[in-house]
């Protein structure tokens, strides 16, 4: 499911309710959402949703983000603010990158305690789709996972639909599937498109994590989205390339 239960393993501990978390005074819980799918229903399929990191974010910020922290700066939630806020948060993640290495989930999960449940810390690290697929990997292999992306559902919501029937083993249905709206809290007509740079400088902090996730070749999605068609021919990134191009950012 996605977003929530594929990066939510494992959920940090908030302060003062340890044990009930089942944390026993660690950063982190000695259960999760993957062993416990694992030990209920260990041949289950896992279908995971998602869309190009950048536009996530983008998306995200204009979901969640406070558009008092905007100001007095800038009116509201500007392209201009977004890009001060990815400025701050690609700093903040890259040093938690440099203290607990590059492919560490730690730094995906976000801050333990209170912190960890803010939307607005989660713009970026939510986008980090291959530090929470690798924890997942450990518990199940890859055939059990059928990763889509929105591209699938956007021509046409049946095309979506039968690449999920076809993952399930299932019949087709039959007749045209219905869209139904759901999140729409934040959209907004006439949302002003982020500014170049910033997508340049997305682009570049997601480029390793997108690289690794190509590589990874799972179905039906594979590396044929517009947004992972460049890493199709490419070998996945080592540790140490990952580190040189962190240091460009």
């Not at 959402?33 to 950048?54: C, G, W």
């Not at 558009?67 to 938690?96: D, N, S, Y």
Request: a positive charge; one cysteine or more.
């Amino acid at each position: 499911h996605t977003p929530g239960y594929m990066w939510r393993i494992p959920w940090n501990c908030k302060p003062g309710g340890a044990e009930r978390f089942g944390c026993y005074g660690k950063p982190f819980p000695l259960n999760t959402t993957a062993i416990n799918i694992k030990a209920t229903i260990p041949s289950a399929k896992l279908i995971l949703l998602v869309r190009d990191p950048v536009d996530r974010a983008f998306s995200h910020f204009h979901h969640f983000y406070d558009p008092a922290k905007c100001r007095p700066e800038f009116k509201g939630k500007t392209p201009a603010c977004f890009q001060r806020h990815m400025k701050e948060e690609v700093e903040r993640i890259e040093k938690c990158l440099k203290k607990n290495g590059p492919w560490s989930p730690l730094c995906a999960w976000g801050e333990t305690g209170n912190l960890a449940w803010q939307q607005d810390t989660r713009v970026l690290s939510l986008g980090l789709y291959v530090l929470f697929i690798q924890e997942w990997l450990k518990m199940f292999p890859k055939e059990q996972f059928c990763v889509l992306d929105l591209e699938h559902f956007k021509g046409s919501i049946d095309h979506g639909m039968s690449l999920i029937e076809n993952c399930l083993g299932l019949e087709p249905m039959g007749r045209p599937y219905e869209k139904t709206k759901i999140n729409t809290r934040g959209t907004k007509k006439g949302v002003v498109p982020m500014l170049d740079e910033t997508r340049v400088m997305l682009n570049t902090f997601f480029r390793p994590y997108n690289e690794k996730f190509c590589s990874l070749h799972l179905a039906p999605i594979g590396c044929e989205t517009t947004w992972l068609k460049e890493w199709s021919t490419v070998k996945p990134p080592s540790v140490g390339a990952v580190a040189s191009q962190r240091a460009l950012i």
